[in-house]
């Protein structure tokens, strides 16, 4: 049984889906969750502070930290404690990364995500992250 699971958030409908399911376990079996969205600088480039860019992801991020403060709500409502983190950069590499500096023991992700509507970039995601994980991922 999971002790500590993450639950990458990105706002779809999939992510969604994940996150339900992954606080029922978590509930079911009194582990840790991290919540965790990961802004991808990749898809807008790397700017100078301050530009216009930068500007606009922190526009994501703050949209971001809302998105998860209504899934760390739902994890409190099932009577479970969320860790919440927004971090910058590739998801498929911020992911396994995340888990294994934090010791997760699951990973537990929607199948359809929101990177920029690129299904197929979302399926590869699914894909690095179930390859490179040192621990299980479920995917919903």
Do not use: W
Request: charged share 25%.
């Amino acid at each position: 049984m999971p002790e500590s699971i993450l639950i990458p958030i990105d706002g779809s409908k999939g992510a969604r889906r994940g996150a339900t399911h992954a606080l029922e376990l978590a509930s079911a079996n009194a582990a840790d969750v991290h919540l965790l969205f990961v802004v991808e600088d990749r898809i807008h480039g790397g700017t100078p502070a301050l530009s216009t860019e930068e500007l606009y992801l922190e526009t994501v991020e703050r949209n971001a930290e809302r998105r998860l403060a209504a899934v760390s709500a739902q994890a409190r409502e099932r009577g479970v404690e969320a860790t919440v983190v927004c971090r910058r950069g590739n998801p498929c590499d911020i992911i396994p990364s995340y888990a294994r500096e934090h010791g997760i023991d699951t990973i537990v992700m929607g199948r359809h995500g929101a990177v920029s509507g690129r299904r197929n970039h979302h399926r590869a995601c699914i894909d690095v992250v179930s390859n490179t994980s040192d621990v299980p991922v479920v995917t919903v």
